[in-house]
């Protein structure tokens, strides 16, 4: 009788970690996506545009615009990673309402440049 208790017990503890440790991996991962689907990301000149069709675990689906290719440009599989780490963290890919910003905060610091210069 006891034995059946400790194993019920071993069980239940189990499947409790594991139900704990699944909802906290698909609850983090959904915090942690910083990809835009659909929405052309501009990574500088003479860098091709690109957007982000889908993502399945840690494969992407990318559409890479490049007006010389055929059909406007081409789609390829990316790991989830290079996207984020390399394109948007470490490069600076900006979707159109982050170019927004960052052209306003250049257009902000240009002004105050001639500000500055003309005062002296």
Same mark, same amino acid.
């Given at each position: 009788?006891?034995?059946?208790?400790?194993?019920?017990?071993?069980?239940?503890?189990?499947?409790?970690?594991?139900?704990?440790?699944?909802?906290?991996?698909?609850?983090?991962?959904?915090?942690?996506?910083?990809?835009?689907?659909? +929405? /052309? &990301?501009?990574?500088?000149?003479?860098?091709?545009?690109? %957007?982000?069709?889908? #993502? *399945?675990?840690?494969?992407?689906?990318?559409?890479?615009?490049?007006?010389?290719?055929?059909?406007?440009?081409?789609?390829? +599989? /990316? &790991?989830?990673?290079?996207?984020?780490?390399?394109?948007? %963290?470490?490069?600076? #890919? *900006?979707?159109?309402?982050?170019?927004?910003?960052?052209?306003?905060?250049?257009?902000?610091?240009?002004?105050?440049?001639? +500000?500055?210069?003309?005062?002296?």
């Amino acid at each position: 009788m006891r034995k059946e208790k400790f194993s019920l017990i071993a069980i239940v503890l189990f499947l409790t970690i594991a139900v704990a440790a699944l909802t906290f991996k698909t609850v983090n991962a959904h915090q942690q996506d910083k990809i835009e689907y659909n +929405t /052309v &990301y501009d990574c500088g000149d003479s860098r091709p545009k690109f %957007k982000v069709l889908s #993502c *399945k675990g840690d494969m992407c689906q990318v559409y890479t615009i490049k007006e010389s290719a055929p059909g406007g440009g081409y789609e390829s +599989t /990316v &790991y989830r990673n290079i996207i984020e780490d390399t394109y948007i %963290k470490r490069e600076g #890919c *900006k979707t159109k309402n982050s170019s927004i910003v960052r052209n306003e905060l250049k257009e902000k610091k240009s002004s105050e440049n001639e +500000t500055s210069v003309k005062g002296e």
